[in-house]
């Protein structure tokens, strides 16, 4: 099975505001993009299991043109409370990256 590492050529994670976080994945072209954008394994489920977020909050929007698709989930605590550790949240996408995808 193909990660995520395999079929996107750049994957970004940053702070969407104080509450939110999005995760931008660049697929390497069309074919990777018509195939894995709305892979199930990148829903709601992932997000709560690999960052504590709310499944019923987590929002996914592809970008056909880009071949990207945007993930953006509530943070677990504001940004810059006593337990953050990734203020800007530009590390957390590196959980992604041996996601196996069907």
């Known amino acids: 099975m193909a990660t995520v590492k395999d079929v996107c050529r750049h994957i970004r994670s940053k702070n969407a505001g104080p509450f939110w976080v999005t995760v931008d ?4 072209g069309a074919e990777s993009f018509a195939k894995y954008a709305e892979s199930p394994t990148l829903g709601p489920a992932l997000f709560a299991e690999l960052y504590g977020a709310d499944a019923s909050l987590v929002k996914r929007f592809p970008v056909p043109d880009l071949h990207m698709v945007k993930i ?5 605590s504001a940004q810059g409370g006593e ?3 990734d203020m800007h949240c530009g ?3 590196v959980r992604l990256l ?5």
Do not use: A, C, M
């Not at 994945?25 to 390497?28: P, V």
């Not at 041996?98 to 069907?102: A, G, K, Q, S, W």
């Open 83 to 85: 337990v953050e550790r």
């Open 91 to 93: 590390q957390q996408f």
């Open 98 to 102: 041996d996601i196996e995808l069907d």
């Open 25 to 28: 994945l660049f697929f390497d």
């Open 72 to 76: 953006s989930y509530p943070r677990t």
